[in-house]
């Protein structure tokens, strides 16, 4: 999958695969713990799930795009967040029908299952296809232009979908919102990006199984 452009900012790929690069990603993994890296989550030609108890965002903004990757192009709504808390997440992606009769296997990876030290993340985005959660938003904009989730004139609102090159219409629907909570959280994903991604009490695992998050 390319490198998205994101608010003017070209963010690195790596991909979440089993084979080969099991050690790899394990390693991107402490690198995530220890907020040492910008993350970007895709996986070929897949979507994948995430749960959480709970992600409270600031300065939210959403509209409708399309995910291009490898295995064509798909809708999606993206939900941006300038700076997010997440509690007990979960992600999860199964690869069926491995090589060499190793079967189906899912990779899961658990982090912020204590709720005094969550998940972080800024300039966050979510390249959502299926969301059920329980909302709540302070300060809601419904309706608004995907041109105009800019930041405004207090430094609200302050994530930029760059319509030119992200594939968000210029004149397409969207919201924003200054604060948005949400809860009993389970969405289908297409990619994640992230300026920085700090996963406390991560847990990453391979299982022999297709036993997901949800």
């Avoid at 999606?76 to 029908?97: E, H, L, R, W």
């Avoid at 300039?123 to 232009?145: P, T």
């Amino acid at each position: 999958m390319s490198s998205q452009v994101r608010g003017g900012t070209r963010w690195k790929r790596f991909a979440l695969v089993m084979v080969p690069s099991v050690v790899a990603t394990a390693a991107v993994g402490v690198g995530l713990a220890q907020g040492a890296l910008a993350a970007s989550f895709s996986v070929s030609g897949q979507s994948f799930k995430v749960s959480a108890d709970s992600l409270t965002g600031h300065d939210f903004v959403q509209y409708g795009n399309v995910a291009a990757g490898d295995a064509g192009k798909h809708p999606v709504a993206v939900s941006g967040f300038k700076s997010a808390k997440i509690t007990n997440m979960c992600q999860s992606v199964v690869t069926p029908n491995l090589p060499f009769g190793l079967g189906t296997w899912t990779l899961t990876l658990h982090a912020g299952t204590d709720e005094k030290k969550p998940v972080e993340a800024t300039d966050l985005y979510l390249d959502v296809a299926e969301l059920d959660a329980d909302a709540y938003f302070e300060n809601i904009d419904i309706g608004v232009a995907a041109g105009q989730l800019g930041k405004d004139s207090n430094d609200h609102f302050g994530v930029q979908p760059n319509t030119g090159v992200d594939g968000a219409a210029l004149y397409g629907f969207g919201q924003r919102a200054e604060t948005a909570v949400l809860t009993n959280v389970h969405q289908k994903a297409w990619a994640t990006t992230a300026g920085t991604f700090k996963l406390s009490n991560l847990s990453l695992r391979l299982n022999n199984d297709s036993k997901e998050c949800y």
